[in-house]
Structures are given as structure tokens and as C-alpha cells.
């Protein structure tokens, strides 16, 4: 696709602080257990005991900031019996709430858990991308909100060539199933997909 | 287990034990006229095949319940193109469709034999291809524990498996009926329904045996295949193993045990009261034995990812 637009996230500075998810949050009042961004949590590493004393082995954690990826290969629309998800020319991925019958496919199908189900609408949600501020060429809360300045927003192709290619990183996928429009800054320590050493630290009911 | 899980076990279990059933029903019904005429054959099977009406529509009924929007159902086929689970409801509606007419006209005996042939050619050949689009729904990359080949095996596998078991329970039953009723039809219905489930003992035993065949295979490669795939064995082994042994142990008893017993008191006449109630057990046995595999393939599985 010529026009992308695509999420930039720069783990190397994220400090977790959770400014991007509640910001998210707060725009389109989303209700207990939505989150259409999430900030996980991933670590490891071990103790060693040496001499009577605890020593920290490789001991290391930094957070991953993720939404809704807008992924060149939407396997949520691809499955959607109902015809419901649609991908924009400007590469924005989204759910027409009329036309969802709620049968939550998509959540089975989605390796980043974008498509979640709204118990008080009884349909499927997921990030809009803001692509209401973004039509009127402002950038989505999340990015606004984060005090690292390390969310953005751009042409896939532009922050492709800017930052790299890495879309990859634990706890996310590897972006072979929906090849997102993602480019990441890994953090020093990060692990690649599938591979990881550690695990997510956040509470389950956090992310 | 939630409601929403519950409602597609019931689902595929009673659809897939549909199209199972009218592939039985067909083969049984063939053998049969061609031994006793188109008689004898109707009267093994018309009443069995009006009792799969009731079966599919509690199917169908059930697969509405884990929408959350049931008014935009009519909605699930509008993305044939790509989605394999509007082709399974394309297929699904298609196949209530067929086997209902077929019921009806073949229950009234409206329309000309050949008729009702093609209608019950076309709702079995389509019971095919739904059950292949049902295991196709399930084969998401996200999902390493569906995503395996062992998906349509097994739904092929429980699909004849239930199918001739519940047959089997139905012709146990329309006999007993029959024999009520004082019909002059005993001596052939007898044979008949005796023959007939030989042949559903046999085939029970060699799809058990697949079923066991098949689960050490699959646990092992999805295992191997990914994190996500190896959590899923972990479950299935770990906190659901003792749901997993107990499957494996009923459908043993049920399509091994009880089939052979079936088998052998199908051997000669006079044994039909046991034939009956060994009919019913292998049934119930196998139906909660299948149940329980499908609890297990939807409270297993792992997505890859976050």
C-alpha cells in the first residue's frame, strides 16, 4: 500500500507510566476491562546466590506499548463473517459497529488483541487510530498524551526509512501472520518475538 | 466455560452429529432396499431421519446464542470472499434447508422417488462441505492448537463417529416401535436393524481408533511447534488432563467396548433387548465422550501473541 499510516514506538524510552492507555481511555470512554491501547510489562532474568548473598543474573524489563496495528494484512477483516471491518486508503482498520454481529471471531484471529468486545454495546471495539482527530490533521490522544514522547504517528514507508524495520519484539508477535504498520525502536534489552527468555509482568487486569 | 462456549459446543456437536446421521441413514437405506425393497428400507429409516429434524434446529438455535448482536445474524454471510466462517453458515443454512425437505417430502412421500434422492445426495454432499468449513474456521495462524490438520480430522471423525451411533440408538428405537405396534414387518425390520448395526460397530471401532491414533500425533507436534502451541498441550495435559483422560476412557468403553458387545449380540436374533440398551449406552457414552473433547478444544487453545 503507497499511503500507510503506521504507529512509531520507541521502546528505548517508554517509561511505563501508562499516560498512552489512559488517555485512549478517557477520549472514547471506554468501559471496565477495554483497552484499546496497553502498556505491558515484559522481563527476566534470575538471581544467583553467591557467598550468602543474592546476587542480580541478567535481571531486566522494559514496556511495550501496542494498539491496534492497521496491519497491511487484516486478518480481522479477512475473517469477519459479517463484513464489518473495513481497511480505509489511508490504511486505517475499522469496525463498523451497525454492521458487527458480535460473534468475537476477530478476538480469536487477531495476534495483538486490537478487536475486543464491548459488554454494554454487545459488538466488537478496537482503535480507531483517533481517525476522527486525524482527519482533521491532529494526532491521536495516545501519541498527544505520552510525557517520553516516544509514540508517533506517520507514512509506514517514511518511518520505515527513518527508524528501521523492526516490528518484532516480546511480548508482540512476530508480524508474519498481519504484517503490521508498526516500526518500533527496540529497548537495549529487548527480546525478539518467539524467542523471549522472560514473560509478561503486568497483572492480567491491567492489560 | 462460559455460555458463549457452551453454545458452540452445542452447535458443531449437534450439526457435525447431523451430517454424520444422514450419511448412515443414506448408506443404510441403500443396503437395505437393495435386500428388502423400498418397503422395508423406509420403514428403518423414515422415522430416525424426522428425528434429526428437531437436533438441527437446536444447532442452529444454539449458534445464535454467543452473538452478541443476534438481530445482525443475517449479516454472517456477507463475507463469503474471504471468511470461512460465513461459508460454514452459507453451508450450515443450506444443509438445515435440505435435510428439512427432505424429511418432510420423504416422511409424506411427496414427489417421485428420484426427486427425493438428489435432495438427500445434496444435503449429504453439502454436510461435507460444511463440516470442512467448520474446521477451517478454527485454522487461524494466531491459533497453533487449531491450526493443525488434526482440526478436520477429528471433526470428520466425530461427525461419522455420533452419526452412526446415534443411528444406531434410533434404529434400536424405531424397532422397538415397530414391535409395539405389532407390525407385520418384524422378521425383515429385524435383520435389518441387526446388520445395520454391525456395520455401526464396525465403523465405530475403527473411528475410536483413528481418534486415539491421532491425539499422542497432534499433542506432540503442536507442542513442538510454537509457545503458544505448547501452552495449550500444557493445559490439555496439565490443569484439563483428568478432562482429557476421562474422554479418552469413555470413548474407548463407548466405541471400542460397547461396539464389540453390539457386534456380537448383532450376530444372531434373540438378543435384540440387549442390542438395545447397548445401542442407547454406546450412544450416551460417546455423545459425552465428544462433548467433552469439544469443552476441551475450546477451553485449550492458545493465541499466539498478546
Known amino acids: 500500500m503507497a499511503n500507510q499510516k503506521a504507529f512509531y514506538f520507541d521502546a528505548s524510552s517508554c517509561i511505563g507510566c501508562k499516560a498512552c492507555q489512559n488517555a485512549c481511555k478517557d477520549k472514547y470512554d471506554l468501559p471496565l476491562g477495554v483497552r484499546w491501547r496497553r502498556v505491558f510489562e515484559y522481563g527476566g532474568g534470575n538471581w544467583l546466590y553467591i557467598d550468602g548473598v543474592e546476587t542480580p543474573n541478567n535481571v531486566f524489563k522494559y514496556f511495550v506499548s501496542t494498539a491496534c496495528q492497521h496491519c497491511a494484512n487484516p486478518v480481522c477483516r479477512d475473517v469477519c ?9 489511508d490504511g486505517i482498520v475499522l469496525i463498523d459497529p451497525d454492521k458487527c454481529i458480535g460473534c468475537r471471531y476477530c478476538q480469536w484471529a487477531c495476534p495483538y488483541g486490537a478487536p475486543q468486545f464491548n459488554e454494554e454495546t454487545k459488538v466488537m471495539t478496537k482503535c480507531t487510530f483517533c481517525s476522527d482527530l486525524q482527519d482533521q490533521g491532529l494526532k491521536p490522544a495516545c501519541v498527544d498524551a505520552c510525557v517520553m514522547r516516544c509514540l508517533d504517528i506517520g507514512d509506514y514507508e517514511d518511518l520505515r526509512n527513518k527508524y528501521g524495520s523492526v516490528v518484532g519484539i516480546e511480548p508482540l508477535p512476530t508480524g508474519n501472520i498481519t504484517h503490521p504498520s508498526l516500526v518500533i525502536t527496540p529497548h537495549k534489552h529487548a527480546e525478539p518475538s518467539g524467542q523471549g527468555t522472560g514473560s509478561i509482568l503486568s497483572l492480567p487486569e491491567e492489560v | 466455560m462460559n455460555a458463549r462456549d457452551w453454545a458452540l459446543i452445542t452447535f458443531t456437536i449437534l450439526v457435525q452429529m447431523s451430517v454424520g446421521s444422514i450419511w448412515v441413514l443414506g448408506v443404510a437405506h441403500f443396503l437395505a432396499t437393495r435386500k428388502y425393497g423400498a418397503e422395508e428400507a423406509d420403514r428403518l429409516s423414515d422415522r430416525a431421519l424426522l428425528a434429526l429434524v428437531p437436533v438441527i434446529a437446536l444447532g ?8 452478541g448482536n443476534p438481530f445482525n445474524a443475517y449479516r454472517a454471510v456477507t463475507n463469503l470472499g474471504s471468511s470461512w466462517l460465513s461459508r460454514e453458515i452459507f453451508f450450515g443454512v443450506i444443509f438445515a434447508v435440505l435435510a428439512f425437505v427432505f424429511a418432510l417430502l420423504q ?14 445426495w445434496l444435503a449429504a454432499l453439502d454436510g461435507l462441505v460444511l463440516v470442512f468449513s467448520m ?4 485454522m487461524l495462524q494466531a491459533q497453533p492448537a487449531w491450526n493443525s490438520w488434526a482440526t478436520p480430522v477429528s471433526f470428520f471423525a ?31 425390520q429385524c435383520t435389518l436393524m441387526r446388520g445395520t448395526l454391525r456395520w455401526i460397530a464396525v465403523a465405530a471401532v475403527v473411528l475410536v481408533g483413528l481418534e486415539l491414533v491421532v491425539l499422542p500425533i497432534y499433542l506432540a507436534s503442536v507442542a513442538g511447534g510454537s509457545a503458544a502451541g505448547l501452552a495449550s498441550v500444557k493445559l490439555l495435559t496439565g490443569l484439563f488432563g483428568w478432562l482429557l483422560v ?20 448383532a450376530m444372531s436374533a434373540g438378543h435384540e433387548k440387549m442390542l438395545g440398551n447397548l445401542a442407547y449406552a454406546a450412544f450416551v457414552i460417546v455423545l459425552v465422550a465428544e462433548v467433552l473433547g469439544r469443552v476441551l478444544f475450546y477451553a485449550a487453545h492458545v493465541r499466539i501473541g498478546i
Open chain 1, 81 to 89: 463473517p459479517a463484513a464489518a471491518i473495513t481497511k480505509r486508503a
Open chain 2, 60 to 67: 442452529f438455535i444454539a449458534s445464535l446464542l454467543h452473538l
Open chain 2, 107 to 120: 416422511w409424506r412421500k411427496i414427489g417421485p422417488t428420484i426427486l427425493r434422492t438428489v435432495i438427500a
Open chain 2, 135 to 138: 474446521s477451517n474456521v478454527y
Open chain 2, 158 to 188: 466425530t461427525t461419522f463417529l455420533l452419526g452412526a451411533l446415534a443411528m444406531g440408538a434410533a434404529f434400536v428405537a424405531n424397532y422397538a416401535y415397530l414391535q409395539r405396534k405389532k407390525a407385520d414387518c418384524a422378521e425383515a
Open chain 2, 246 to 265: 476421562l474422554r479418552v476412557i469413555l470413548a474407548f468403553v463407548g466405541a471400542g467396548v460397547f461396539a464389540i458387545f453390539l457386534y456380537q449380540n
